[in-house]
């Protein structure tokens, strides 16, 4: 499989920090960033590398050549005039006759790229995207996903300003097939996210977004430029690649994110508790998953659809994104265990392994997320919650009082 990567971007914004180089060759440690990525694809056995370049490109080149130093083979396309992100691979269907990744010259990333190559073959997809959340969703490209996984919507910024949604952010990392080459027009200046994957989507295509909580990044503004170089000196960058097990601190949902209401089953009657967006973005910030683990028998007595369950979610999400700090997974247990309500959903009226206090959703989320449990916290308003938390063997589980302001983060405080 091919790489082919995107590396005519002029980079305007990130100017201050060096504007006689190409933004691929801006160096971390004194190494372009472009770097990182031929070694991170090697990693993974993949050594065949188109270079789309253009503005000050012959630095590239001059740089890597054909990239023998680092045993990989590179190729040029040179751009004669900018076509944006998507109007030179246009010019590549001779070279791209199967699937192949497609990566931008300024992105700081560490991911296992075989589990998502995995993933876009079990899917069957034409095109994979690279999706996770962030801590500014309301200025980013969301991509709006099915229970499958499979895209249903783009979501481009700007946003209009009640806009709702789950915090599902392209991450601009793609694996395409040949197919999708077939909507990109020669010679017209045209983008991945903004033309070519909205022509894809409207074609029927299979387009799929693959979830991940490892570390990407580009190298937008300055600002960011500091925070990634930061981040590759203190190995966070690395640590948060998928083959490494990660802590995480599992959060119940009522009472200890959401104001406690009896069976909440209305978007307009989820608020979040003071504090909770301060303590969820200390989560991110020390490099833990943030899951939420909860009971919804609302399902179960058939006071909410799945549907405005989900809506209900991205709710939260949304009130957490507008303050900076993002869950990375919510999983609930729709069932409840006894019969005898009027309006009951009779297939969710079983006795199931997710429901806490069994430890199944924690143990799920650790198997989907390589999560190490024994490093992990339970944090929850009821005994089931800390009993879930006990029998799934995390470090140490919470009890907080229902409800209260700041309870969530003075007790993380207390733990990591
Ligand atoms: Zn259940």
Redesign the pocket.
Known sequence: MKVVVIAGGQGTRIASVNSEIPKAMIPINGKPILEYEIEMALRYGYMDFIFIIGYMGEQIEAYFGDGRKWGVNIEYFKEDKPLGTAGALGNLKDQLTEDFFVFYGDTVMDFDMNAMQEYHKKKKADATLFVHPNDHPYDSDIVDLDDHGRVCRFYNKPHISDFVSRNIVNAAVFIFSPAILSCIEIGVKSHIEKNVLPMCLEKGMRLYGYLSFEYIKDMGTPDRYYSVCQDMISGKVTRMNRCNPRPAVFLDRDGVLSKEVNLLCKPEQLELIEGVPEAVRYINQKGYLAIVVT?QPVIARNLCSIDELNYIHAKLETLLGHEHAYLNAIY?????PDNGYLEERKE?K?K????KP?P??LLQAASDWNIDIGTSYMIGDRVSDVQAGESAGCKQSVQVETNRPYALLDVLKSLI
């Not at 199931?352 to 429901?355: A, V, Y």
Request: charged share 5%; hydrophobic share 20%; with cysteine.
């Open positions: 009971n609930y247990c729709p069932h409840h969710y079983i199931c392994m997710c429901r069994s199944g959703m």
